[in-house]
């Protein structure tokens, strides 16, 4: 396993468009997140799943925006109607956590640059 | 709330050059992670080190050695000898929560000048 892959790299859309977004972590990690970075900004967390079970998610990400790791294998992020405010780069990440316990750290992918115009 | 402050935008320096990266962070927390991650431009994020909250033990890994004290709330990293391929924006992280969710700085930019 070659660590966390995200597709596509690059994403191009026009306003109003939908578009989605893959990841898939490293194969025996249970916990995969989604954090959304813009120009001269560190990440800032969307949502996490442990297995396929979606716990967090956080305010930023609005109704227009929907995540899935069905059989909490891959994840899939769509964005529905995009808007040029959600141009950025979408970073997914990785990381095994026992019950209860601390996880190890988080692993990333190259993220997806999105540019909506 | 937490937070992590990344004071320093940008760092120039000329290869060879020691620099020390700052952090300061905020948590209300007595057990939490602090974490330092590179991006390069290729844009992922790789990891670099984790600490905990009960380890204040600096540590040294070749160029690089990280400097935690909680009396400060700061968790600095300093590359020695700083070489070209340092040059990258990196990010420190802080989480305290069993969820793992990861609250970054702002990052800092390095260049390292040949």
């Known amino acids: 396993d070659t660590g966390v892959s995200q597709n596509p790299r690059h994403k191009i859309t026009k306003r109003g468009q939908n578009v989605t977004f893959r990841c898939d972590p490293i194969?025996?990690?249970?916990?995969l997140y989604w954090y959304r970075q813009t120009l001269g900004q560190g990440p800032e967390f969307l949502t996490y799943?442990?297995?396929?079970?979606?716990?967090?998610k956080s305010r930023l990400l609005s109704d227009r925006f929907s995540a899935e790791r069905p059989k909490g294998s891959f994840s899939t992020l769509e964005i529905q109607r995009t808007e040029q405010g959600d141009s950025a780069m979408y970073l997914c990440?990785?990381?095994?956590?026992?019950?209860?316990?601390?996880?190890?750290?988080?692993?990333f992918g190259q993220g997806t640059r999105l540019t909506v115009v | 709330a937490q937070k992590v402050t990344q004071a320093q935008t940008e760092i120039s320096v000329v290869e060879k050059e020691d620099v020390t990266l700052d952090c300061v962070y905020e948590t209300r927390d007595t057990t939490y992670y602090l974490f330092w991650y590179k991006q390069p431009p290729s844009g992922e994020l790789v990891f670099l080190i984790r600490?905990?909250?009960?380890?204040?033990q600096n540590e040294i890994s070749g160029r690089y050695s990280w400097n935690f004290q909680k009396s400060t709330s700061s968790f600095n990293f300093t590359i020695t000898a700083s070489q070209v391929v340092d040059s990258a924006v990196y990010f420190c992280?802080?989480?305290?929560?069993?969820?793992?969710?990861?609250?970054f700085g702002q990052g800092t930019t390095l260049q390292v000048k040949p």
């Open positions: 992280a802080l989480t305290s929560s069993n969820t793992g969710k990861l609250i």
């Open positions: 990440a990785s990381s095994l956590a026992g019950t209860g316990a601390m996880n190890t750290e988080a692993f």
């Open positions: 799943f442990q297995n396929e079970a979606q716990l967090e």
């Open positions: 194969s025996e990690h249970n916990r």
């Open positions: 600490r905990n909250s009960f380890d204040e």
